[in-house]
């Protein structure tokens, strides 16, 4: 596993504007509300088996983790914080251990920064439906919260921008996609519920990310089909050359490209056995469009899905997004200068956009 470059800070007042305009801004925090700070830490297994640097990753962030709960503790007096660390599931989408759901369930505000995901999990799902605003940001790195960066984005216009795209995604029926790396898909998102991920966390709201900005769907199941063509860099697996998906009948069917890359997503999927989790985890789940200005870093799927110019494609886990398949994974392609078609209306060109 590559590890994403953290680099901590050494001083928690670096980011302590940006951590205070969080929960101003993107939670709108009341006076005494109950704020938790979630974040997961490698057990024996993963200390065992992962590498040094991916350790030191998950170590930092939940330090940074840490830092978060400070702050806001020590900025806001009036709310109820609570910081609670709990081992690592290993897996993006796979369900936290009973601790979580507990603070869950004592919690107004959650802020989730984790290495894995718990976005497509059925604890946050249910703890959304009770109220509780969660920002899940699995693979949170530190720069995210400098100035300049991805959470320092004006997000009222973030919000303006997904919801536009968002209405006009509503009618849309056929979705086709290139790019000049050679990408072509196509699938249906006729009757599938449109999102819109404002950054802008509202009670009863469905899942959002922080750093947000992104408008999507899920395809319909066994809709998709074509290729998915990845540039060096674009994912955290592929330093070098280029990574192709084959897509058939809305599931991955085949990888192509560097050996680590096919190995490490093969880990997960095993393509060619008809075994859950395995076959779920395969399943072509989301179309998102990012719209964040500030995104930036192509080495971080949680912020390279936000870029704007760009557009990802999940796999795995749709449940919680309107979909059929409920896996206990979920995870993103990044696709660079897409062309975009919605129906018959070119929506973007090379990764601008035309119709708005």
């Given at each position: 596993m590559q590890a994403e470059k953290n680099n901590l800070a050494a001083d928690p007042n670096q980011i302590r504007k940006a951590v205070v305009k969080m929960f101003e801004v993107n939670f709108s925090i009341q006076p005494a509300e109950r704020v938790v700070v979630l974040t997961d830490f490698p057990d024996g297994n993963l200390l065992r088996n992962l590498q040094a640097a991916d350790v030191e990753?998950?170590?930092q962030r939940s330090m940074l983790a840490r830092w978060v709960y400070e702050i806001g503790n020590a900025a806001f007096t009036q709310n109820n914080f609570k910081f609670l660390p709990f081992p690592a599931t290993g897996l993006n989408g796979k369900?936290?251990?009973?601790?979580v759901i507990e603070g869950l369930n004592d919690a107004d505000i959650a802020v989730a920064i984790t290495s894995y995901s718990l976005t497509h999990t059925k604890t946050r799902n249910d703890a959304t439906?009770?109220?509780v605003r969660i920002a899940s940001m699995p693979g949170f790195l530190v720069d995210m919260f400098y100035p300049g960066g991805a959470m320092d984005a004006d997000y009222r216009l973030i919000a303006k921008r997904s919801l536009d795209i968002q209405k006009i995604l509503e009618p849309v029926s056929q979705v086709k996609i290139s790019n000049p790396t050679g990408t072509y898909l196509e699938f249906i998102v006729k009757d599938r519920k449109k999102f819109a991920e404002t950054g802008l966390i509202e009670k009863f709201a469905k899942p959002c990310n922080l750093p947000?900005?992104?408008a999507g769907c899920s395809p319909l199941e066994g809709s998709a089909r074509g290729k998915i063509v990845l540039e060096k860099g674009w994912h955290k697996y592929l330093l070098d050359g280029r990574g192709t998906i084959e897509i058939e009948d809305g599931v991955i069917k085949s990888l192509h490209g560097p050996g680590t890359f096919v190995n490490e997503i093969d880990r997960i999927l095993k393509i060619g056995t008809d075994d859950q989790p395995y076959k779920s985890r395969r399943n072509i789940a989301e179309f998102g469009i990012g719209t964040n200005p500030n995104a930036r870093r192509i080495d971080s799927t949680l912020e390279a899905e936000k870029i704007m110019g760009t557009i990802h494609i999940g796999y795995g886990n749709n449940f919680f997004m309107g979909g059929k398949v409920n896996a206990d994974f979920h995870s993103d392609f990044i696709v660079n200068a897409?062309?975009?078609w919605f129906d018959e209306e070119l929506f973007m060109n090379a990764g601008d956009f035309v119709s708005q």
């Open positions: 990753a998950q170590l369900e936290p251990p009973g601790e439906d009770r109220g947000a900005g992104e897409p062309t975009v």
